[in-house]
């Protein structure tokens, strides 16, 4: 609905969840932007916007109105603001877009004319941002800090990123303290690059924000010219079911611009029933029988079934000891005890075992002699002349695609796993698991925004040097974020294995995590679904088909903690059992209730 009274000099616009009224009397205020759902009116008289340039503070009273204009058609709904201060050779749009469903953008441009000749510093702070609330006792979660442990660290960690910028970005959520109704902002960035000066869209600025003062404050350094530019965009959308929902939304936004059909090859499924992964050295003598200079399949696979049996198992032949002469890492292959064939005949005894074979890439061994495309040959040759099941890719983050062309036309159904996460569209696309990487086991828990956002990904926790308590920490880890694990005894030589108590937790994981696989997998899971309880935290895994919901509970404290009236997502429950860790759970009314042991990631299951 898009109301404009000339009278009055306002624009409302109004869809399922948000109404927002603009008023453009004296410059142009956001009279009140409210949740429809919740009744009443929230935000009311936020200034547009505020401008510093040339050392001076400026609101939009101190500019001029020279145009407003409205639009629609079948589906949107526009009004658009062109305001002038022309003694600063500046001008600026602010536009309104309503998608008639649920979402509300806001859309900033800035002209400068260059009134000196040459481009000065020019920020801009958005009031209606800063001040965003529901009620007087909100609850907020920010784009770069969502949710925090007491000791202020980030328990939510994010795609991990260098100098290309990663399409996940949280919203900025505000709800009411019983996390209901209330509002969630995304901040759209269209460019690649996290270099703000080269990139028009300033939105990489805004998803850094990480507590209240960052975003009470924010003044945001802006690069106009004259043109046009879209300089900052927010997506405002109404909440009834506060974090949950927005990052149910969050997802399905960020998931709409991607093809997923490569997760849907059933030639690649095996994957998702593969929970504990090796990863072993053929140098050392965990896996490899240095009298008989050959792999012990037999041996390796005997060690596995304290963790439940290894899913698969790579085996690593080539670095640290590659770059002590000229040979490369194809070299190796040659070179290891009876070549290829060798191989070739361990592999088939893993394969006879029902174990998949992983072996090592290095994209950084690269020959003078050698291009992207002869290293993809050579790449799908190791699969046929060895037969295996899929490529360990050290230190990467993507692959060129001729490569996955190249090995279905050698062995469909094989696996392409990277050290961390892809980050660009097409990489997510076809690279279908990467590994979890951490390197600190404080603070505990973390949770993995990708394994969340991008559920079909499933991503191994790995974490090298970990010594005995920190093992301790990585169980808990993967348990909280319900995950498969890679179990890496062999660090370079040194010898760092998990002790009888350890293995036996990891073998009841698997057995819990195939049991319940369908749920564990399921596509809309939750992280961090708030309890109301101080040091206890909850990720939700809900069944695709209604298998039923598990709520992993970890208590970050040296005590008992009680859930209390938690409201199940979603749908009614009637049961709830604990089917992993030491607690209880009982439901009555929609709301679950029971205790986490301290120290403890307790898994319940309600359905």
């Not at 000339?6 to 949740?35: M, P, W």
């Not at 270099?195 to 003062?213: F, K, M």
């Not at 308590?469 to 030589?493: M, N, S």
């Not at 293995?503 to 319940?516: N, P």
């Amino acid at each position: 609905m898009l109301k404009h009274d000339t009278a009055k000099k306002t624009i409302t616009l109004q869809n399922n969840t948000l109404r927002v009224t603009v008023g453009y009397a004296d410059g142009v205020t956001f009279e009140e932007l409210s949740n429809v759902k919740a009744g009443g009116e929230q935000n009311c008289g936020r200034e547009a916007f505020c401008l510093s340039i040339y050392g001076k503070n400026y609101t939009s009273r101190d500019f001029t109105v020279v145009d407003v204009t409205t639009a629609q058609d079948r589906v949107m709904e526009l009004a658009s603001f062109l305001l002038e201060l022309k003694e600063e050779g500046l001008k600026l749009k602010l536009h309104l877009m309503n998608d008639g469903r649920d979402t509300i953008t806001v859309l900033y441009q800035v002209y400068d004319s260059y009134k000196l000749g040459v481009p000065s510093v020019c920020k801009l702070h958005m009031p209606l941002l800063a001040q965003l609330q529901m009620t007087d006792r909100d609850t907020k979660y920010y784009p770069a800090g969502a949710v925090k442990t007491p000791d202020g660290e980030n328990v939510l960690l994010p795609v991990r990123e260098l100098f290309y910028s990663t399409d996940v970005i949280l919203p900025l959520v505000v709800c009411d303290s019983e996390e209901h109704y209330g509002f969630s902002v995304q901040f759209p960035v269209v460019s690649d690059l996290t270099d703000t000066g080269a990139a028009q869209n300033i939105n990489s600025i805004l998803r850094t924000i990480a507590n209240e003062s960052d975003l009470r404050d924010h003044e945001i350094q802006i690069n106009p010219d004259a043109s046009f530019n879209d300089t900052v965009e927010m997506r405002i959308v109404g909440l009834s079911n506060g974090w949950p929902e927005a990052f149910d939304r969050c997802r399905d936004y960020w998931a709409a611009n991607y093809d997923f059909a490569e997760y849907e090859r059933e030639d690649l499924k095996w994957f998702n029933d593969c929970v504990v992964h090796n990863f072993t050295f053929l140098y050392g003598s965990e896996g490899f029988d240095h009298e008989k200079q050959k792999i012990d399949v037999e041996s390796l696979l005997k060690q596995g079934e304290d963790f439940g049996g290894y899913d698969t198992v790579t085996i690593w032949n080539q670095y640290p000891r590659l770059g002590i002469d000229k040979r490369s890492q194809w070299d190796f292959y040659d070179d290891f005890p009876g070549g290829r064939p060798a191989l070739r005949k361990a592999v088939d005894e893993f394969h006879a075992a029902g174990v998949p074979v992983f072996l090592p890439y290095i994209p950084w061994d690269r020959g003078m002699n050698e291009s992207t495309e002869s290293m993809g040959d050579e790449f799908a040759r190791i699969v046929a002349d060895t037969d295996a099941d899929g490529y360990q890719l050290d230190t990467m983050k993507d692959l060129p695609y001729s490569y996955r062309k190249k090995l279905d036309k050698v062995k469909p159904g094989l696996v392409l796993t990277t050290q961390s996460h892809p980050m660009k569209k097409h990489p997510i696309e076809f690279i279908t698991t990467s590994w979890d990487e951490f390197w600190y086991t404080d603070p505990m828990p973390e949770v993995d925004v990708f394994r969340f956002i991008n559920p079909r990904h499933l991503a191994p926790v790995i974490s090298r040097w970990l010594r005995l308590e920190d093992k301790d920490v990585l169980i808990k880890r993967v348990e909280f974020g319900a995950a498969p694990i890679v179990i890496w005894q062999d660090i370079f030589g040194r010898w760092m294995p998990f002790n009888d108590a350890q293995r036996a937790e990891i073998k009841h994981w698997k057995e819990t995590y195939l049991k319940y696989r369908a749920i564990y997998q399921g596509l809309k899971p939750i992280p961090l679904y708030p309890t109301k309880v101080k040091n206890l935290y909850c990720n939700l895994f809900v069944g695709d088909a209604g298998e039923g919901q598990i709520y992993s509970f970890y208590n970050d404290s040296d005590e008992e903690l009680h859930v209390k009236d938690l409201p199940v997502y979603l749908y009614e429950g009637k049961k709830a059992e604990v089917i992993l860790g030491v607690g209880s759970a009982t439901i009555a009314a929609n709301k679950l209730n029971g205790t986490v042991a301290p120290g403890a990631v307790v898994h319940v299951l309600v359905k």
